[in-house]
């Protein structure tokens, strides 16, 4: 069967869509015939994309990835798709199936929706695609029936041994354009390769939608190795980055990834997410020894009151220690804040706008808080008449603008809140070390020089340089 897996633009290319490359690689051990049509690393004009679908024809069924803020795209390309190919099979999966399914199986026109991991799902899908009769015996689905009626099936139990899965079909992602959009700034090898290892996350944070549930699961320290090993001869890439939210959360995968890097010398700087729970000085040497050059930790507020609404499992000291624990070892952090949680007021903000000082962190800016549909958060802004659209309308808003001011969880007016939020700004700019400032100038824009140069090599410097003359001379004319 030939199946053409669509990924929706999105506004960052810094990581392909491996659950794609996971799917391909499946569907081709197994007979089948995918292709990948991904907007995000070639994005189209509505014209052009108007006559792609002309030739969708030679298709049996298309199977788009999508996330929550491609739930308007996801609307209007089924449709669009429909108009010329009424029969067409469309498949969703990604995260967006845990978060709205029934909602978009009514209000599109996907007919079908995959739950959670995707492998076996699909596979058994594309296998009985042409006898739509039997979708009730596959497990882990949403469908749509030829009255318009919704099925759910029953959940698909996780796939136990992910080492059993091929390697991502690597060649179908784009891979080269999204190594020039990788890890640019503050990541040393530049050369990138994305990986996943654990899926799941044990936790329950309010705001946050986890697509694979709380089971964790995970490779295999050597196997992983084996796939890093085989990306890096094809690509020739000299950085790792652990896509999966929860690196962190299985330790002794960790210490076993970090000590076969060093005894299989692979040579290779990598980065992955942390937990502020998750730290061990002894571990993080042996990392940062391996190659780990940054751990990514959420930390989302210096406020324990907020952190305890978000139902975090986490505390400040924790979030200080784990600062401490990991500078120590030598391994950089990036340290993501949210504004606006449920209960944020001058005294919260002003409590992380503290512990960004006194930790002397980079961070300048704060993320608002959006509810996510399929979080806790989402239905208690519902249930609390926060949200002031319909459900339609909301989905479509959240678009490609997860940095717009949305909905606000506080007890602020608008005005109060928006306010606050550029205040603490300016207070976390002006209290920035200046240390920081200089380092974060000149360290991005080297980081900047030598990717460029390990891209493309040293003469895109020479052409640099001799454009900037040339432009300087015109300039004087
Ligand atoms: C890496 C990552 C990113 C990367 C890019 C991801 C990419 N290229 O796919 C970056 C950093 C760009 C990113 C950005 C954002 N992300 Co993000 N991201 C992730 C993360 C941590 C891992 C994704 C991943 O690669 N997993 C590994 C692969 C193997 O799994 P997978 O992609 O899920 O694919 C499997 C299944 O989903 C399924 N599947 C996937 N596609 C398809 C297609 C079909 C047809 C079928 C049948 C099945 C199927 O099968 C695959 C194999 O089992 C997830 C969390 C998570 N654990 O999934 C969040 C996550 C997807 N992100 C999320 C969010 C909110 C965002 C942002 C909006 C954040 C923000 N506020 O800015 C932005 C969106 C920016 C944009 N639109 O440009 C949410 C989505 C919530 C939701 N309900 O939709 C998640 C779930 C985080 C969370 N825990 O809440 N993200
Ligand atoms: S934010 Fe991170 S720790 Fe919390 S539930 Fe989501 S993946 Fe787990």
Not at 13 to 34: A, F
Not at 248 to 262: E, I, P, V
Not at 405 to 411: A, C, I
Request: charged share 25%; net charge positive.
């Amino acid at each position: 069967m030939k199946i053409l897996f669509v990924y929706p633009p999105a506004r960052d290319m810094s990581i392909p869509p491996l659950g794609i490359g996971y799917l391909c690689s499946v569907l081709r051990k197994n007979g089948h015939e995918p292709e990948v049509l991904d907007l995000t690393a070639n994005p189209l004009s509505e014209e052009e994309l108007s006559g792609l679908i002309d030739g969708f024809g030679k298709y049996d069924c298309i199977g788009i990835s999508a996330i929550i803020t491609a739930y308007n795209f996801v609307k209007s390309f089924s449709l669009k798709v429909k108009l010329k190919f009424h029969n067409m099979p469309i498949i969703v999966g990604n995260a967006i199936s845990n978060a709205c399914p029934e909602t978009l199986l009514k209000a599109s026109q996907v007919n079908i929706v995959v739950v959670d991991e995707g492998e076996l799902t699909l596979k058994e899908l594309m296998d009985n695609i042409k006898s739509p009769g039997n979708l009730s015996n596959i497990k882990g689905i949403l469908y749509k029936d030829k009255d318009g009626r919704i099925h759910k099936t029953e959940p698909r139990e996780r796939i136990k041994d992910l080492d059993s899965l091929p390697y991502p079909a690597w060649d179908l992602l784009n891979i080269p354009v999204y190594m020039k959009n990788s890890g640019l700034y503050l990541d040393k090898g530049i050369k990138t390769g994305w990986f996943s290892a654990v899926r799941g996350c044990p936790f329950s944070c309010g705001f946050c939608s986890r697509p694979f549930g709380q089971r964790i699961t995970c490779r295999s320290a050597n196997s992983l190795i084996n796939e890093i090993l085989e990306f890096k001869k094809i690509y020739g890439s000299s950085h790792v980055c652990m896509v999966d939210d929860e690196f962190m959360a299985n330790m002794s995968l960790a210490r076993d990834f970090a000590k076969s890097l060093l005894d299989r010398k692979v040579n290779i700087t990598w980065k992955a997410n942390g937990r502020v729970n998750f730290v061990d000085e002894g571990l993080f040497k042996l990392m940062k020894r391996s190659g780990c050059v940054t751990l990514a930790y959420g930390l989302e507020s210096g406020s324990q009151k907020i952190l305890d609404n978000m139902n975090k499992s986490a505390t400040v000291k924790q979030a200080r220690d784990a600062i401490k624990i990991t500078r120590r070892a030598g391994i950089n952090m990036s340290t993501p804040f949210m504004f606006g949680y449920i209960g944020e007021d001058e005294h919260t903000a002003n409590e992380t706008a503290d512990f960004i000082k006194e930790m002397k962190l980079e961070t300048t800016s704060l993320f608002f808080t959006t509810p996510y549909p399929g979080t806790s958060l989402y239905d208690w802004a519902k249930k609390n008449n926060r949200i002031k659209y319909d459900e339609d309308t909301y989905l479509s808003l959240l678009g490609n603008n997860a940095e717009k001011f949305l909905v606000n969880l506080t007890d602020m007016t608008d005005e109060e809140y928006l306010k606050l939020k550029s205040d603490v700004e300016k207070r976390m700019k002006r209290s920035l070390p200046f240390k920081i400032k200089v380092d974060k100038y000149f360290i991005k824009k080297i980081y900047y020089i030598k990717a460029r140069i390990s891209l493309y090599g040293f003469n895109w410097i020479i052409k640099k340089i001799i454009k900037k003359v040339r432009g300087f001379s015109k300039s004087r004319k």
